[in-house]
Nanobody
Framework: VQLQASGGGLVQAGGSLRLSCAASGRTFSTYVMGWFRQAPGKEREFVAAIRRSGGSTFYADFVKGRFTISRDNAKNTVYLEMNSLKPEDTAVYSC????????????WGQGTQVTVSS
């Protein structure tokens, strides 16, 4: 599986961005999908994940109520809608896929830069 993230950019605080992650292959629906981020000088951290059917979603506390993860299995794509962005959301955002437990990521996509200005 190859993952291609897009949609990052520069936005002012309070603004919105929508990230997309397109996956290759025919087995997209069998993967739990999610997003991580890494800010300069910091460790990578979990942002959000969504189960195979899209019926369950999970979020880091710092994005609850602001970010929404969704997926379209027909388009092999997972999305991250980011609203009320803060300067501390500035990071490289990467998508990930896990066939089994979310504790073990099977595939990583390249990152897309999100920069939030104050």
């Amino acid at each position: 599986v190859q993952l291609q993230a897009s949609g990052g950019g520069l936005v002012q605080a309070g603004g919105s961005l929508r990230l997309s992650c397109a996956a290759s292959g025919r087995t997209f629906s069998t993967y739990v999908m999610g997003w991580f981020r890494q800010a300069p000088g910091k460790e990578r951290e979990f942002v959000a994940a969504i189960r195979r059917s899209g019926g369950s979603t999970f979020y880091a506390d710092f994005v609850k109520g602001r970010f929404t993860i969704s997926r379209d299995n027909a388009k092999n794509t997972v999305y991250l809608e980011m609203n009320s962005l803060k300067p501390e959301d500035t990071a490289v955002y990467s998508c990930a896929a896990a066939l089994g437990s979310w504790d073990q990521i099977d595939y990583w996509g390249q990152g897309t830069q999100v920069t939030v200005s104050s």
